[in-house]
C-alpha cells in the first residue's frame, strides 16, 4: 500500500496543477479524497492490514491527503482569484475610457435650421433679435392692429395665461410681437430676424404642431417698397434652397401688414410639377409676408410718412421639412435617434 500511496502522492502535485478551471480541480480533487477518490479507497483497505502495516499506511497515508488536500486548497485559491480578476476585467467600466470613442450627438434638426436661417439673414446685413414667449395681449395683438373682438384674433388659436386681467397674458401665436419690441426699443433704420418659439391651439398633423418655430423679419427704413421685400425673398429663397428653388408671393391678408401675401416656394418633392405634398400645385407656401401697417407705425410712434417698411414671418419647422425632403413635421418631436442622426451637424 505504501507504494501505492506514494504513487498517488508523486502523481497529485502535476494533475492539481493541470487543473485551469475550478470545475477540473472538482474532478481531480474527486478522483483523490473524493468518496470513491483512489486515497479514499486506500483508507477502507486500511482494516485488511496487519497492526505493523496499518499503522505505517495509515501515518503515511494521512500524510499523503494532507498534502493533496493542502495543494488542492492553494489551487483553488489561485483559480478563484484568477476567476475574479477575469470578472473584473470583463466587468470593468473604466470611466476614464469613455471619452475617448464617444457615441456624438446631433445639433436638432430645428436647431440647425435656426441656425442656417440666422446665418442666412445675418449674410444679407440683418441683426438678430429675440422677445419673450409669454407675451402680453397689446404686443401679440392690440400693436399688432388686431384689436379685441376683431375677427383676425380667429386666425390664432390662442393659449391664455391665467394671471392678471382675463385674457392679457398669453403665450405668443406667433413671433410678430417682438417687430413691436424692436421697433420700440430702437429707431430706424431696421433690418432685424427674429427667431422663435410659438404656440398654438392647433392639433398635431403632418403640417401642423401645437408649439413650433417661426422666423420674423422686419425692414423699416426710408423708402422701402413692396419689391424691396420681393427681391430680399427671392435672394433668401436662393440662399437658404438653392438656386432651383424659386419664391413666389400671392395676395393674403393680415392686419399687421398692407398689403400682405403669402410666400410660397416651388415644392421641393416635385420641383413643381404637381404631387400630393403641394396638392398637386406645384407650390408649398411657407409663411407670411407685407408692408408694415401705417397703424402698426404709428403705434410705436413712428410716422408712416417719414418711414416704411416690410415684415415676414415664416415656419421654421416647414422650412427645415421642406430643404431636408421631410413630409412629416411631427417627425421633428418625437426624438427618434434614427430619424435625428440623419441629420449629422
Ligand atoms: C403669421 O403667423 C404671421 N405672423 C406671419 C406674418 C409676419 C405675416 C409678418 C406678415 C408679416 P401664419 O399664421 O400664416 O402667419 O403663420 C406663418 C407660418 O407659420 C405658416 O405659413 C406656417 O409655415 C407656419 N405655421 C403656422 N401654424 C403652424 C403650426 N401649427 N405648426 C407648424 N407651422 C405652422
Known amino acids: 500500500m505504501i507504494d501505492e500511496i506514494a504513487a498517488i502522492s508523486d502523481d497529485a502535485p502535476a494533475r492539481i496543477a493541470d487543473a485551469t478551471t475550478l470545475a477540473e480541480l472538482r474532478a481531480v480533487e474527486a478522483e483523490l479524497t473524493g468518496r470513491k477518490g483512489s486515497l479514499t479507497l486506500l483508507k477502507r483497505g486500511l482494516g485488511a492490514l496487519g497492526a505493523d502495516d496499518r499503522r505505517a499506511a495509515g501515518a503515511a497515508l494521512n500524510a499523503a491527503i494532507g498534502t493533496v488536500e493542502a495543494a488542492i486548497a492553494a489551487r483553488r485559491d489561485a483559480l478563484e482569484r484568477a476567476d475574479l480578476a477575469d470578472v473584473v476585467a470583463r466587468e470593468r467600466l473604466d470611466l476614464g475610457e469613455v471619452p475617448t470613442t464617444p457615441r456624438r450627438g446631433t445639433v436638432h434638426l430645428v436647431t440647425q435650421t435656426w441656425d442656417r436661417l440666422v446665418d442666412v439673414f445675418v449674410g444679407m446685413g440683418f441683426v438678430v433679435a429675440e422677445g419673450p414667449e409669454v407675451e402680453t ?4 395683438f392690440e400693436a399688432l392692429n388686431i384689436p379685441s373682438g376683431h375677427p383676425a384674433r380667429g386666425m390664432w388659436d390662442t393659449f391664455y395665461v391665467d394671471l392678471g386681467e382675463p385674457e392679457t397674458v398669453l403665450l405668443r401665436t406667433h413671433t410678430s410681437p417682438v417687430q413691436i419690441r424692436v421697433m420700440t426699443d430702437q429707431a430706424p433704420p431696421i433690418y432685424a430676424v427674429m427667431p422663435g418659439r410659438v404656440y398654438r391651439r392647433d392639433t398635431a398633423d403632418a403640417s401642423h404642431m401645437p408649439v413650433f418655430h417661426q422666423i420674423e423679419g422686419l425692414v ?13 425673398l427671392e435672394a433668401f429663397t436662393s440662399a437658404y434652397f438653392g438656386g432651383s428653388i424659386h419664391s413666389r408671393l400671392r395676395p393674403s391678408y393680415f392686419p399687421f401688414t398692407e398689403p400682405s401675401a403669402e410666400y410660397d416656394i416651388n415644392c421641393v418633392f416635385c420641383e413643381g410639377t404637381g404631387c400630393r405634398t403641394c396638392q398637386h400645385t406645384g407650390w408649398l407656401e411657407l409663411g407670411g409676408c407685407g408692408m408694415v401697417h401705417p ?6 410712434g413712428l ?14 419647422d416647414r422650412l427645415a421639412l ?5 413630409d412629416d413635421i411631427r417627425e421633428l418631436y418625437t426624438g427618434d ?3 435625428l442622426e440623419q441629420f449629422p451637424s
Request: charged fraction near 20%.
Open 137 to 140: 395681449d397689446w404686443y401679440n
Open 220 to 232: 423699416v427704413d426710408r423708402g422701402i417698397s413692396f419689391a424691396d421685400l420681393a427681391g430680399t
Open 295 to 300: 397703424t402698426v407705425l404709428r403705434n410705436v
Open 303 to 316: 410716422d408712416p410718412e417719414e418711414w416704411s417698411g416690410f415684415a415676414f414671418g415664416f415656419g421654421l
Open 322 to 326: 421642406m430643404r431636408h425632403g421631410v
Open 337 to 339: 435617434v434614427r430619424f
